[in-house]
């Protein structure tokens, strides 16, 4: 049984919604390299951003305790783990027409930033940081959850038998291969880290009875293990 969630014709039509104040609008908007460049812009967008993904997690994880309420706690949490995937909040604002309106640093901007997955969903989430300050978690709800059940929608409910349960991600594709081959679940490390503290990123690789199977890149670590899986399963064949 499906719960009702709210739905909003702005999201539909893939629209920002305002912020009208502007000052909390370009703070959101601002990262850190326009700052360096610009000393007198104002803030830039960390620390929205920080409060964005607490937003996040509530908003999502409420839609998905009162939409799905059949699935277990492991489900949602796997289905939480691929809305909130670095990958899958690009690509929300990118529908959403952030990456045009982020104000970066010449070197930012030349080297892509626009279009980086990283700085998109940062950005994402400062935005949704803002409007919360201005509107209030009901607005938060009524313009995003719908943004979300889409997409959660797809994932839970696959339109045909001969897609993948994408509930399973990538770690758990990968858990179930090193079990049914080796009797033995994968280990996850991380070897490597760089960058600075705001913009950290991690290299983990995944390792099944001490041989390496695959490496990935993320901005936390959750991430990188799952692109470290990914690259395992693309390596042993597994789709």
């Given at each position: 049984m499906l719960v009702t969630f709210p739905t909003s014709s702005k999201l539909e039509m893939r629209q920002l919604p305002t912020i009208k104040n502007e000052t909390l609008r370009l703070n959101a908007?601002?990262?850190?390299?326009?700052?360096?460049?610009?000393?007198?812009?104002?803030?830039?967008?960390?620390?929205?951003?920080?409060?964005?993904?607490?937003?996040?997690?509530?908003?999502?994880?409420?839609?998905l305790y009162n939409r799905y309420p059949d699935l277990s706690e492991a489900h949602l949490t796997r289905l939480r783990s691929n809305l909130v995937d670095e990958k899958q909040l690009a690509k929300f604002a990118s529908q959403l027409g952030i990456?045009?309106?982020?104000?970066?640093?010449?070197?930012?901007?030349?080297?892509?930033?626009?279009?980086?997955?990283?700085?998109?969903?940062?950005t994402f989430e400062a935005y949704m940081g803002a409007y919360y300050l201005e509107s209030g978690i009901d607005a938060v709800r009524q313009l995003f959850a719908p943004l979300f059940r889409d997409v959660a929608d797809s994932i839970a409910f696959p339109t045909s038998d001969t897609e993948p349960n994408n509930l399973v991600d990538a770690k758990g594709r990968f858990q179930q291969w090193a079990l049914a081959n080796f009797v033995e679940n994968p280990e996850y490390f991380i070897i490597d880290e760089s960058g600075l503290d705001h913009a950290k990123e991690f290299t983990a690789e995944v390792r099944v009875k001490g041989k390496v199977y695959g490496v990935g890149k993320g901005r936390r670590k959750q991430d990188a293990e799952k692109r470290a899986a990914e690259a395992a399963l693309k390596k042993v064949g597994v789709e």
């Amino acid at each position: 049984m499906l719960v009702t969630f709210p739905t909003s014709s702005k999201l539909e039509m893939r629209q920002l919604p305002t912020i009208k104040n502007e000052t909390l609008r370009l703070n959101a908007l601002t990262h850190r390299s326009y700052v360096n460049e610009h000393p007198d812009a104002g803030e830039h967008n960390e620390r929205l951003e920080f409060l964005g993904d607490a937003i996040l997690g509530f908003v999502v994880g409420e839609l998905l305790y009162n939409r799905y309420p059949d699935l277990s706690e492991a489900h949602l949490t796997r289905l939480r783990s691929n809305l909130v995937d670095e990958k899958q909040l690009a690509k929300f604002a990118s529908q959403l027409g952030i990456g045009d309106l982020m104000r970066l640093g010449k070197g930012a901007d030349k080297e892509g930033g626009r279009q980086n997955p990283a700085l998109l969903s940062d950005t994402f989430e400062a935005y949704m940081g803002a409007y919360y300050l201005e509107s209030g978690i009901d607005a938060v709800r009524q313009l995003f959850a719908p943004l979300f059940r889409d997409v959660a929608d797809s994932i839970a409910f696959p339109t045909s038998d001969t897609e993948p349960n994408n509930l399973v991600d990538a770690k758990g594709r990968f858990q179930q291969w090193a079990l049914a081959n080796f009797v033995e679940n994968p280990e996850y490390f991380i070897i490597d880290e760089s960058g600075l503290d705001h913009a950290k990123e991690f290299t983990a690789e995944v390792r099944v009875k001490g041989k390496v199977y695959g490496v990935g890149k993320g901005r936390r670590k959750q991430d990188a293990e799952k692109r470290a899986a990914e690259a395992a399963l693309k390596k042993v064949g597994v789709e």
